[in-house]
């Protein structure tokens, strides 16, 4: 009975330090998520300072795991290169034995006053970013009472004379002990924790010197293990008939072959450096700075020698090979759905799939207008299931991040991402439905339109491809200046709409028969609609820079709105007093 209430404590406390964890993470997340994943993005353009945005994004998550997720999704991507990203995770790698160095001192008297600042910021705080520190505060009060209460559960088993034996039984190897330790870090998600029992065992002389520093590497390995193992459904998994991407697990494979390198390494060392310790300290006083010692050694070793490294990864694990369906969403990790900037940024990544399709499809319903090839529209208009495809996917990926873990800036980016997700299907129907279909049915009559009638149909084209680049920036940079061009765009096409209907209207016969002039206005009004839905991205940005008003109205009408067929807003209807 004894046993199993030691086994239920201890496992109660390792959930109470993964639950802590888990409200840092949030927290942080949900305060500066946007800007911890674009301050990472910037820094991993090179390797140096990839270093230190690891050891810097990993000391505010308290996770070294996390900091994984994140840099092995922007590698596996093709965001960054895999150097930097390699040498994000050695930077993360320190920045984890650093949060040990502060753990290793006697936490009982700043975790009630951690928890209890959370608490009072959790429920009293005013604005949101007050709430998510608070709530991150109260998750790192919940994570040092759990390693105290820890602490304290197994130092009566470090006293336990059947472990001092087993320990004694393995203390002449010391692959047992780097096992034991490696496993423990594994099974509790913490290197933290583990090392942290390693210098209690340390310090009630239950492992000899050389046994701990063992002990210290093993560690290591082992929490190298659960960023490969949570990372594994972007890799070699098996999902919806298609090969997994081994490149995805090139990052936390590269961080687990380094940690393995070190611990071979740190072998034949085990006697000079027990000895050279035992000479400074006391063993349990040595063991925090024996870790930092191990990963910034480890860093200094393989920082040099990345881009070879990187290198040997690539060819081993070389990214998948384009599936047969392009429909297949290729960034929507499941494992990122944990991390929400991570799976934000997936998700942007494949509405840029979309827009790329729709460019597409722009130009191959372009070119149809002048093909006689009756397989040329139903060629282009087969693209439209590729869109629809993506659409679906990344609505489906953006309805399981939890909304609770979103802070206003994700909250929003995710907002913004559906929105232009839909715009873009809508304009992908209008290219299959109107567009194409008039192409289809120019070829079928053998009607060839002259070549000003041409030229006005691809000046058309130019301008909404203009549009498609600018929503573009404005979806991925939030360019206020390509915004503004893009809504001013919007009303020129309009105005070149009417001005082209005016000329055709008054063309002569010799110009143009009477079939073309209604299939150019009929052009011209479609590619009006699918610049509407492309100028929609730029309204919230707009909006938020106060740069854009309710309404054109001269009059506002407090009982009516004005609705357009396609779905823009009432103010299209309108100008401005004064305004042609």
């Not at 790698?93 to 006697?106: E, K, P």
């Not at 210290?216 to 390995?221: F, I, K, S």
Request: glycine share 8%; aromatic share 4%; proline share 5%.
């Amino acid at each position: 009975m004894t046993q199993l209430r030691f086994l239920i404590e201890l496992a109660g406390e390792a959930a109470l330090l993964l639950w802590g964890l888990h409200m840092v993470q949030s927290g942080i997340l949900r305060a500066f998520g946007s800007r911890l994943r674009a301050v990472l993005g910037v820094a991993l353009g090179d390797r140096w300072r990839a270093f230190l945005a690891g050891l810097g994004v990993t000391a505010a998550l308290q996770s070294s795991t996390a900091t994984a997720l994140m840099v092995g999704s922007f590698s596996a991507g093709g965001t960054v290169a895999l150097v930097p990203a390699l040498a994000a995770m050695l930077g993360a790698n320190v920045g984890t034995a650093l949060i040990v160095q502060v753990l290793a001192f006697d936490v009982s008297a700043v975790y009630p006053g951690m928890i209890l600042a959370g608490v009072v910021a959790f429920r009293r705080g005013r604005m949101a970013r007050t709430r998510d520190l608070g709530r991150a505060a109260i998750g790192l009060g919940l994570m040092l009472l759990s390693l105290h209460l820890m602490v304290e559960t197994m130092a009566p088993i470090s006293q336990s004379p059947e472990l001092r034996g087993i320990l004694r039984v393995v203390a002449q190897d010391p692959l047992p002990n780097l096992v034991i330790a490696a496993v423990l870090a594994w099974a509790v998600h913490s290197s933290v924790a583990a090392v942290l029992f390693v210098a209690t065992l340390a310090g009630a002389g239950a492992i000899s010197p050389e046994a701990t520093v063992a002990m210290v590497a093993g560690a290591n390995l082992g929490s190298a293990f659960n960023p490969l193992l949570e990372g594994r459904s972007q890799g070699g998994s098996q999902k919806d008939g298609r090969e997994g991407d081994l490149a995805a697990l090139r990052v936390p494979v590269g961080n687990l072959l380094n940690r393995l390198a070190g611990c071979l390494l740190i072998i034949p060392l085990l006697g000079p450096i027990a000895a050279l310790s035992d000479d400074l300290a006391s063993p349990a006083l040595l063991v925090a700075p024996l870790h930092l010692g191990f990963n910034l050694a480890l860093a200094l070793l393989f920082i040099l020698p990345l881009p070879a490294f990187a290198r040997l990864l690539e060819r081993f694990l070389p990214e998948r090979a384009a599936g047969t369906d392009p429909a297949a969403p290729r960034y929507l990790d499941e494992a990122a759905l944990a991390t929400p900037p991570v799976a934000l940024a997936g998700a942007a990544r494949e509405a840029l799939r979309m827009a790329d399709v729709v460019e597409a499809m722009l130009r191959g319903s372009r070119d149809a207008f002048g093909a006689q090839d009756r397989e040329t529209p139903k060629r282009v208009a087969r693209q439209d299931d590729v869109v629809d495809g993506l659409h679906r996917a990344i609505h489906d990926y953006l309805a399981r991040i939890r909304r609770d873990s979103l802070g206003d800036d994700e909250t929003r980016r995710l907002t913004e991402i559906q929105g232009f997700a839909i715009n873009l299907e809508h304009a992908g129907d209008i290219v299959e439905q109107n567009l194409l279909r008039n192409a289809a049915r120019r070829i079928k009559r053998g009607t060839a339109l002259p070549p000003a009638a041409l030229a006005e149909i691809a000046a058309l084209y130019d301008r909404v491809l203009e549009q498609l680049r600018l929503a573009v920036a404005v979806f991925m940079l939030e360019d206020a200046a390509a915004a503004r061009r893009l809504v001013a765009e919007k009303e020129r096409l309009r105005d070149v709409e009417t001005e082209a209907a005016r000329r055709l209207a008054e063309a002569g016969e010799g110009r143009v028969d009477g079939d073309a002039r209604v299939l150019l206005l009929d052009i011209a009004r479609d590619l009006k609609r699918i610049g509407a839905h492309l100028a929609a991205t730029a309204y919230p940005l707009l909006e938020r820079l106060g740069e854009l008003r309710p309404s054109r109205l001269a009059v506002e009408e407090p009982e009516a709105a004005l609705e357009l067929p396609d779905g823009e807003a009432g103010a299209d209807m309108a100008r401005e007093p004064g305004r042609p």
